[in-house]
């Protein structure tokens, strides 16, 4: 049941809402027993897309419509309409669209462009409208935060010295995926000045990404909680 309403008061994590129409409120006693009912609160962005969203996303497009031997334009409709088939968003037009959706379809072309290995002129991170979106992106596509070539997954923190990688909690640990030279280049520096330097993080990632991704199995966090376990 979709109730139409406005937000009138916002205290800690209280909402309040005023409905336009009282009778949907009566009705609501059709719907549910429950005297606190569940719901999902979909607040409507009003704002329009910022002029570099528009440069970012017509950018990637530019760059996948010179891999692909497709004209920019008919590019950019044949993305859109794959945006809207893969995500469910409905079809949109870059003259009234909101800055949501606009960061989606960034994030999208993006994707797109990391798994198909697109040449592109700049590094992703000049287009990203994520950061942390971008850095899974690139984990999850092997491709290097930096330049796009082909990467292995690196931690942030410490595995200490003598440890099997294979044996690490990746739970535990920020994540980035880095190219052999870029790799060597945060041990040159060290990681404080390759962050500063470069604008990346490393980010966490839960149980079922990490098993979905190919970096630990279940089976491997099963036996290390079952050790922890053991020895408290």
Request: charged content about 30%; glycine content about 4%.
């Amino acid at each position: 049941m979709d109730l139409w309403g406005k937000i009138t008061a916002i205290k800690g994590n209280q909402v309040v809402i005023t409905l336009e129409n009282r009778e949907e409120l009566a009705n609501l006693s059709l719907f549910t027993t429950a005297e606190q009912p569940q719901v999902i609160v979909d607040v409507q962005d009003e704002r329009h897309l910022s002029k570099l969203q528009r440069k970012k996303a017509y950018a990637i497009i530019a760059e996948i419509a010179k891999w692909s031997g497709m004209f920019p334009e008919e590019c950019k409709e044949w993305m859109k309409y794959y945006f809207t088939a893969e995500t469910g968003n409905p079809y949109f037009s870059f003259s009234d669209t909101d800055m949501t959706t606009a960061r989606r379809f960034i994030t999208f072309l993006l994707d797109f462009a990391i798994r198909n290995k697109v040449p592109m002129k700049h590094s992703g991170m000049t287009y990203q409208d994520d950061l942390d979106m971008y850095m899974y992106m690139s984990l999850k596509h092997r491709s290097c935060v930096i330049c796009g070539k082909d990467a292995q997954i690196h931690h942030i923190d410490t595995v200490g010295m003598g440890n099997d990688r294979k044996l690490v909690d990746h739970r535990r640990k920020h994540l980035i995926a880095l190219c052999e030279e870029h790799h060597e280049e945060t041990h040159r520096i060290g990681w404080p000045t390759f962050k500063s330097k470069y604008h990346v993080k490393g980010i966490l990632l839960d149980s079922k990404t990490l098993n979905q991704l190919g970096i630990m199995a279940y089976k491997r966090m099963e036996e290390i909680d079952n050790d922890t376990q053991r020895k408290t």
